[in-house]
């Protein structure tokens, strides 16, 4: 986990008062007020004990709740714009407490961002500017940050881990930035990023949301992206999951695409986890395209992966479960080794489009794609 960097300590002006003995300084100049000090947000602190949500209600925009190292039963709540929640790194801890009878304990969240959205899920009021950086949230029945209906959130130096559902969730959201965060053992993914994760419907545009620098282990899925659009993944680390980064669509429109997922390292995600009634068995998947468009999959490494499942191999391009096939997709200049049954696997009968260029790899299907 990346320490957060040390407060920048204060410039102090020294003022000098140049005597002359020659001439006098005329009492109005001598007189001139001081400059203002600068203003900053405002720094609401919490000690270990103290209720966090209580200084989430009192922050206005602008200003930082900061948590002191130690552990916090309870989730939280925050629905007012650009406002801050910092720890102190993985020494703040937010654990769940059965006694917490609020929404987003009832939810089974740690940490919930919340914005509005009508009856039908359509955004109505996102929460705007929200800082979610340097805790850790474990133990929640569902996701340890749940964020839904959001504009510009990011979340940064979060440590999520063994968690029910996500380690980190985005629904609904748009311009997130996901960055250096690290999400283990969670139930299903370790960051997860769709338009509903229980409604269908088209895929939302996220005007450039950035997944970067996350180090995602030991999940069902290290990094899901689901019924999105317009999303970059970069230099993400997935290992020991069942599968590394998927990239999930269907036949709703628009079409779940016009993504990227550049230099990540994708490496032995061969845990097996069970089908479930809309998926077979993942094991030894590296990359997944799935009822997709126009998604480019360059520069990444990827290695390592063993399985029987349909879906097992190093970049693999599948029908979804609705049978959507994948169009256009633009697979190159990636590095595989060591995945079985294949390093890139084309198994979509009905998709088209499709370019592979300048892989290196050993096998492929059908051959001819390394």
């Not at 130690?70 to 629905?79: C, E, K, N, Q, W």
């Not at 959001?150 to 979340?155: A, G, M």
């Not at 993942?282 to 290695?303: M, Y």
């Amino acid at each position: 986990m990346t320490a957060l960097l040390a407060p920048t300590r204060p410039l102090i002006r020294v003022a000098a008062v140049l005597l002359s003995c020659a001439a006098s300084v005329p009492a109005a100049l001598a007189a001139a007020p001081a400059a203002a000090a600068p203003t900053g947000p405002t720094v609401l602190r919490v000690p270990p004990g103290a209720s966090v949500q209580t200084a989430l209600d009192a922050a206005a925009p602008g200003d930082v709740v900061e948590l002191a190292a130690g552990r916090y039963p309870g989730s939280v709540t925050l629905t007012t714009d650009r406002v801050t929640l910092r720890g102190q790194g993985t020494g703040t801890v937010l654990v769940p407490d059965p006694a917490d009878r609020g929404a987003c304990a009832q939810a089974g969240d740690g940490v919930c961002v919340t914005g509005g959205a009508d009856p039908q899920g359509a955004p109505v009021h996102p929460v705007s500017g929200v800082v979610v950086e340097a805790l850790t949230v474990a133990g929640f029945a569902r996701n340890g940050v749940g964020a839904a209906v959001t504009d510009r959130l990011t979340v940064r130096g979060v440590a999520a881990h063994d968690n029910g559902l996500q380690g980190i969730s985005v629904e609904m959201s748009t311009r997130t930035v996901l960055t250096d965060n690290e999400a283990r053992d969670n139930g299903q993914a370790g960051i997860f990023v769709a338009n509903w994760y229980d409604r269908k419907g088209g895929a939302l545009e996220t005007l450039g949301t950035e997944v970067s620098g996350n180090r995602l282990t030991g999940n069902r899925i290290g990094l899901q992206l689901r019924r999105v659009r317009g999303l970059t993944a970069e230099a993400n680390l997935a290992s020991g999951n069942c599968g590394g980064l998927f990239v999930v669509g269907d036949d709703g429109v628009p079409r779940a695409g016009a993504l990227t997922l550049r230099a990540n390292v994708v490496r032995a995600n061969n845990r097996y986890c069970p089908p479930n009634p809309r998926l077979d068995s993942v094991q030894g998947t590296g990359i997944l395209l799935t009822g997709t468009e126009d998604v480019t999959v360059s520069g990444n490494q990827v290695a390592d992966h063993t399985g029987a499942s349909p879906m097992s191999g190093g970049i693999v391009l599948y029908p979804s479960v609705v049978g959507a096939p994948n169009a256009r997709a633009t697979v190159t200049g990636n590095v595989l080794r060591d995945n079985v049954p294949a390093d890139l696997a084309d198994r979509d009968p009905h998709g088209t489009g499709h370019t592979f260029a300048g892989n290196v790899c050993g096998t492929s299907e059908p051959a001819g794609h390394c």
